[in-house]
């Protein structure tokens, strides 16, 4: 197993970050009234296509309230889920904004997944399906529907973002053979006799 993806999660205060991270990396739910202080990051080994991937999952551990989220959280960073909650209409407003945060932060290829949690709240819906699939649209990444509550989408949403990751960065090593081999190449072709 390789180094482990480093993912966070962003969005408002009380969107149900820190419950989708307990649930996916502990399977459990606790419904989190207050707001998460001390949390850095779980580690949690998940499958995708056969393989085990260790993932790095980062909390902002309540900083969002004040919009203190530096730089440092997005460096080095291989994939933000960025979540609103679908009961919450100003949740997703502010979903361009991180993406703005994102986009100044973090490294140029990383991968985004936009996420609606709390879809078992269904009858309390402020924001429609095609309202977050429209916006993902536009910001030009995948969009799913989550509940931390009973589970629904939780794994599957870390499992697109996982395999983003692994798209890009398999992209980059074949760049980088690539030049490898072009460098390779120059250094190897002889020098031609000056006629001088």
């Known amino acids: 197993m ?20 307990l649930r996916f990396c502990e399977n459990t739910f606790t419904p989190i009234t207050g707001t ?7 580690f949690v080994e998940h499958k995708v296509d056969q393989k085990v991937h260790r993932l790095q999952v980062w909390d902002t551990a309540g900083q969002e309230r004040f919009r203190t989220i530096t730089s440092t959280y997005y ?16 949740s997703f407003e502010q979903v361009t904004d991180w993406v703005k945060e994102i986009r100044k932060h973090a490294p140029i290829d990383i991968r985004m997944l936009l996420v609606g949690n709390k879809s078992d ?71 031609k006799k000056s006629c001088c």
Do not use: H
């Open 2 to 21: 390789s180094d482990a993806l480093k993912i966070l999660l962003i969005g408002q205060s009380k969107v149900g970050k820190s419950c989708i991270i």
């Open 36 to 42: 998460t202080i001390g949390v850095d990051f779980k």
């Open 75 to 90: 460096r080095n960073m291989d994939g933000v889920l960025v979540v609103y909650d679908i009961t919450d209409q100003n």
């Open 121 to 191: 709240l269904n009858g309390s819906r402020k924001v429609t399906q095609e309202n977050g699939k429209n916006l993902a649209d536009f910001l030009n990444c995948p969009f799913i529907e989550t509940s931390a509550k009973t589970g629904n989408n939780i794994s599957e949403s870390f499992t697109v973002l996982t395999r983003a990751i692994l798209k890009i960065k398999s992209e980059k090593g074949e760049q980088q053979k690539k030049k490898v081999k072009s460098i390779k190449i120059k250094a190897d072709q002889p020098k």
